[in-house]
């Protein structure tokens, strides 16, 4: 039963990208927005269009977690080798 107009319906479920995974966009890639591991789920009346209910995700922030470790240690590690390099041939 939609609050809005009434009616008896089924939800149209829609995923949206929410901010975490516009955050995890920058870091990883298309992937993520492909499946709808990370993604908000929105309902709406398929009448009325009224939004019924948005859930999001509670994995998303250990997600982020996980792919900030995963992308930054190396990054890390390329940057502290950088160092070590340069201080070998300068130094
Ligand atoms: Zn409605």
Known sequence: MCPNCNVPITTRVEHE???MTWMLCCFVSIF???CNFTKDVIHYCPICQHL???Y???CSSRIVM???LVIGIPIILNILLAM???HR???
Do not use: I, K, N
């Open 89 to 91: 041939y300068y130094g």
């Open 84 to 86: 070590a390099d340069s």
């Open 52 to 54: 019924l209910g948005h």
């Open 17 to 19: 990208a929410g901010t």
């Open 32 to 34: 993520l927005l492909c």
């Open 56 to 58: 999001r995700r509670p």
């Open 66 to 68: 996980f792919v900030a």
